[in-house]
């Protein structure tokens, strides 16, 4: 598809030239992801980023277009931004606000339209041409959008950087959806699914350990989908990518999310089995647990399926941790159905899940269905299950009271003399250890738990 880059004059001129950045990162970790290639594109172009949104030259905001609430939060974050840009003006100081993500794929004219006060609006798929963007709107003196999806590939003309980072890393493997269920806007915000391939992704993980990083989370909206080529020029799945990159030594820890149940496939399950890098927990969205809201939302799977594939990934691996996603409230869901759900979670017993109230994307299927689900329904249905949930998840973090886990020390915790780092099971784990021992993987004995999180004791190595 040929670069087509709209332009739409505005009055103000922009001359100055700019070097600190403000970003703001809203939504899912392939968000956080994006945002950090954003920051090296940023920092190879001489920017700098700034914690105080009032003192950067860019303001970057990268949107959530998930449900409505992420995408309402957008509009009013420009409100205040609109306010910082002015009280810079008054300062003889330019700013250029750029609004990133899958609220940009989306509406991105409609921002435009709706706030005059943003300068760029840029697509996911489009990240490598931001530098070019911002040239434009500063020197055109225009609004300039780029939604398009774009025939080459964005991962090979974005940087990599060689920015600090932590012990732990998020790498993007495969982007997009094929799926489309009916109540969800990635198909479209997201593209077509793409896989990265092979080389690629192990040269991106090896510059990450070359930096500290001792665990990656591979990403993708639909991750276990992953078919990129391999180095021997066939189709690689998930699990044969995930056994090459366990070769790098220095990796000590592996993850993927997001996975859908049809793509949970044998060798992915085996890998659970027989690969000691991948760590023990799987986030696995059901969704729903009756059939006809399954079919309705065109899950392509039905309660027994996926309750068949927890059952195969516990006798693969019996302490697994399972993660999921649940939404309350789809268009002509019933009680009965509903507790179709509660079933389905009290079967699986989770370690920890996602809930949300459906909430109706525009150009969606099911955001035209009749039988909307009033608004006070779906609260107390979604009250009901959470409460549910946080019971699991406290009895399944309780459990680990008294074990001994390995942790990843990964940054300092809110008090003094503490560092808060990750169990196997993705649980945060505070304790009392040396800042020098971030980034090391520890034995600590858990002796508290918390719904949300565990304390525990360093045990004394015995070598
Ligand atoms: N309403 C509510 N929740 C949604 N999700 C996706 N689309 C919607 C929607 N329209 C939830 C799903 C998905 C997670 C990322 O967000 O549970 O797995
Ligand atoms: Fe959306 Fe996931 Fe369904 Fe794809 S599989 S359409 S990303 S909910």
């Known amino acids: ?197 092979v080389a690629e992704i192990a040269t991106e993980v090896r510059s990450l350990t070359d930096r500290g990083v001792k665990e990656v989370t591979l990403l993708g909206q639909n991750v276990n989908a992953y078919h990129g080529e391999g180095p021997d020029g066939r189709d690689w799945s998930l699990a044969r990518l995930i056994d090459h990159l366990s070769d790098i030594e220095q990796l000590a820890r592996i993850r993927y999310t997001t996975s859908h149940p049809r793509d949970m496939t044998p060798d992915l399950i085996a890998a659970h089995r027989d690969n000691p890098k991948l760590m023990p927990y799987l986030h696995l969205p059901f969704q729903a647990g009756a059939d006809r809201i399954l079919a309705a939302m065109n899950r392509k799977h039905t309660s027994k399926d996926y309750l068949e594939i927890i059952d195969k990934i516990r006798t693969a691996r019996p302490d697994i941790a399972l993660s999921t996603d649940i939404i309350v409230g789809f268009p002509g869901e019933t009680e009965a159905e509903f507790n179709a759900t509660l ?67 990964e940054k300092p915790g809110r008090r003094e003399g503490q560092l808060v780092g990750r169990s196997p099971y993705l649980q945060a784990v505070h304790l009392e250890a040396s800042p020098q021992q971030l980034g090391q993987i520890v034995e600590v004995k858990i002796t508290a738990a918390t719904a949300n999180s565990l304390t525990g004791q360093l045990q004394i190595n015995p070598n």
């Open 343 to 409: 079933d389905v979670v009290r079967e699986v017993n989770f370690a920890q899940a996602y809930s949300f109230k459906y909430s109706p994307r525009p150009g969606t299927p099911a955001a035209t269905l009749d039988e909307q689900v009033p608004e006070p329904v779906k609260t107390e249905r979604l009250n009901r299950l959470q409460s549910l949930l946080r019971a699991q998840q406290q009895t399944f973090n309780k459990a680990t009271i008294g074990r001994t886990l390995p942790v990843l020390l």
């Open 1 to 197: 598809m040929p670069l087509s880059i709209r332009l739409i004059l505005k009055e103000s001129s922009m001359d100055t030239p700019t070097k600190t950045y403000f970003i703001k990162t809203y939504g899912c970790q392939m968000n956080v992801y994006d945002s950090e290639r954003i920051k090296d594109t940023l920092s190879e172009i001489g920017y700098a980023e700034t914690d105080r949104m009032e003192k950067a030259d860019l303001i970057l905001l990268n949107t959530c277009h998930i449900r409505e609430k992420a995408a309402e939060k957008v509009y009013s974050e420009l409100g205040r931004v609109k306010q910082a840009k002015n009280a810079r003006k008054r300062q003889g100081k330019d700013t250029l606000v750029t609004v990133a993500g899958c609220v940009a794929q989306a509406e991105g004219r409609e921002i435009m339209r709706r706030a005059p006060v943003v300068d760029v609006v840029i697509g996911p798929q489009s990240y490598h041409r931001l530098p070019a963007l911002l040239h434009t709107a500063r020197h055109k003196n225009c609004q300039v959008l780029d939604t398009e999806f774009p025939a080459e590939d964005k991962f090979q003309h974005l940087p990599h950087g060689s920015r600090p980072v932590s012990s732990t890393a998020f790498v993007t493997v495969q982007e997009g959806c094929d799926k489309f269920c009916t109540f969800c806007v990635v198909p479209y915000t997201r593209g077509n699914e793409f896989s990265r391939p």
